[in-house]
């Protein structure tokens, strides 16, 4: 999997690395079972500090999307986490600012609905392959 990250955006690199770790997960990408390249690799391959990978790799590990092993390192989760109440409430939270943005910008409830639709149907035929 190729990281595309962007050190000049305002969202943490550590961030970018979990959110591309999960959209590889969503889009079968990354398969269950798969294992990542160690913090050491991974840092090294795309230039940053090992504790940035470490954290993002934490952060994976807490929300149940990687486990960490001492022999066998980090590999994609064969038992993904289900719908949470805690995953609810962040998506809601998540949902309410980009939701509060559009209506600033003057964006439609439909345009907006529209919007979350294609995203989440070009995930899953990118899933299907």
Wanted: charged share 25%; net charge negative.
């Amino acid at each position: 999997m190729i990281f595309n990250l962007d050190l000049e955006s305002e969202v943490p690199i550590y961030q970018q690395i979990v959110d591309a770790i999960i959209y590889g997960i969503a889009t079968r990408q990354l398969k269950p079972g798969e294992p990542l390249p160690s913090v050491r690799s991974l840092s090294a391959d795309i230039g940053i500090n090992m504790h940035t990978v470490n954290k993002a790799y934490q952060i994976l590990k807490n929300d149940g999307f990687v486990l960490i092993h001492r022999q066998k390192g980090v590999m994609v989760n064969t038992e993904l986490p289900g719908v949470e109440p805690s995953f609810l409430e962040k998506l809601h939270a998540d949902l309410k600012n980009l939701t509060a943005e559009a209506i600033c910008r003057g964006l439609s409830r439909e345009a907006l609905v529209e919007q979350v639709q294609k995203i989440y149907q070009q995930m899953m035929d990118e899933r299907r392959g």
